[in-house]
């Protein structure tokens, strides 16, 4: 009997500290989720010509903003789980749009910075990657955006529920807060082409903030993928077999590679010149 009630009160004591524990973190990551950050500005100069426009189209339907928020970008609730109720924007100034109520800070704000209008950062958003958009491209992507058909859509906010936040007190990686953001250069003054210097910059935009920032391998944003691998492989592949890699998925040794942690569907929109420039670069990195 004693040794029976020693056992109860040690597992009693110990489900208090949990208990206590998780409040704790959950506590922690509430915080986290609510802090407001005031973030300097980035700006670029938006204008509406019809090339910025055709490059800004480019820029959104290559780099994966309607795998989130939808084919007409009006928004979607993407994930409905026990940790939080994942909403992707709606981005058109129909009903429920920020197009409707965003200046052109406020979409430099957020896209590159990954900070809302009212100062937090946002969530699954991945602006640790458009951080890297030069000023041309940040540009004709906004102007573009303006230029979206508004589509009526309300959506409700972006919600950490208890579970996200004990995830969050954890690990603040779920954030793009300005904190969270690589420590490199954005790569600038290198002018469009098929050259290896053009690949370098498109890579530090699409590729690094999974293979790194000497895309020699890394870890994903996301804490479950494998790691992304050295891209010096590449080389030995030839430029043929690289781009019929991103046609089909499947690399040289005949293995297919889950799009779910390499999306190379959403990367073949980028072009052949552009995988090309990128297979240049990825040439000189060895
Ligand atoms: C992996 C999914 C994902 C991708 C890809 C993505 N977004 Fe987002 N984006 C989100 C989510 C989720 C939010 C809302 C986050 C929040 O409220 O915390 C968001 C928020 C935004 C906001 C802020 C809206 C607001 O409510 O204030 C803008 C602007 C935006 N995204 C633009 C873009 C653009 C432009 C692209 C492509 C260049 C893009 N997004 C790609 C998931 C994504
Ligand atoms: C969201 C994270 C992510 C991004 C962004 C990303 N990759 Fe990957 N990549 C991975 C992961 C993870 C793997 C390993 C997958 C596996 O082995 O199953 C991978 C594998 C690869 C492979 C296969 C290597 C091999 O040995 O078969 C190539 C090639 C590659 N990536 C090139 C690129 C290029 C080029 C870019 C930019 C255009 C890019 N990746 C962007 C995560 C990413």
């Avoid at 084919?71 to 609730?77: I, L, S």
């Avoid at 600038?188 to 498109?202: L, N, Q």
């Amino acid at each position: 009997m004693k040794a029976l009630k020693w056992i109860l009160g040690t597992l009693g004591v110990l489900i208090v500290l949990a208990v206590v524990a998780a409040l704790f973190l959950m506590n922690k990551g509430a915080g986290r989720f609510d802090q407001t950050w005031d973030t300097p500005v980035e700006m670029v100069s938006i204008s509406s010509d019809s090339a910025s426009l055709a490059l800004g189209r480019f820029i959104a339907e290559s780099h994966g903003c309607q795998g989130c928020h939808g084919g007409n970008f009006a928004g979607q609730v993407m994930i409905d789980a026990p940790p939080f109720l994942a909403v992707a924007s709606n981005l058109t100034s129909g009903a429920g749009g920020v197009g409707s109520r965003y200046s052109d800070e406020d979409w430099v704000r957020s896209i590159r910075h990954g900070v809302n209008p009212s100062g937090r950062g946002l969530m699954v958003m991945p602006s640790e990657a458009y951080h890297f958009l030069n000023d041309e491209e940040m540009g004709a992507l906004v102007a573009y955006l303006k230029t979206l058909d508004p589509v009526d859509n309300e959506l409700p906010p972006f919600e950490m529920r208890p579970l996200g936040k004990l995830i969050m007190g954890v690990d603040p990686a779920m954030s793009t807060a300005p904190g969270m953001m690589p420590d490199r250069e954005r790569v600038t003054g290198v002018e469009r082409g098929v050259t290896a210097d053009w690949g370098h910059y498109r890579a530090s935009v699409v590729c690094m903030v999974c293979h790194g920032g000497n895309l020699q391998g890394g870890q994903p944003p996301d804490p479950d993928s494998p790691l992304a691998p050295d891209l010096r492989v590449v080389a030995g592949w030839g430029q043929d077999a690289f781009l019929e890699f991103f046609r089909t998925g499947v690399n040289p040794s005949g293995r297919e590679i889950n799009k779910e942690v390499m999306p190379w569907d959403k990367f073949s929109h980028l072009g052949e010149d552009e995988l090309t420039a990128i297979y240049l670069y990825l040439e000189t990195i060895n």
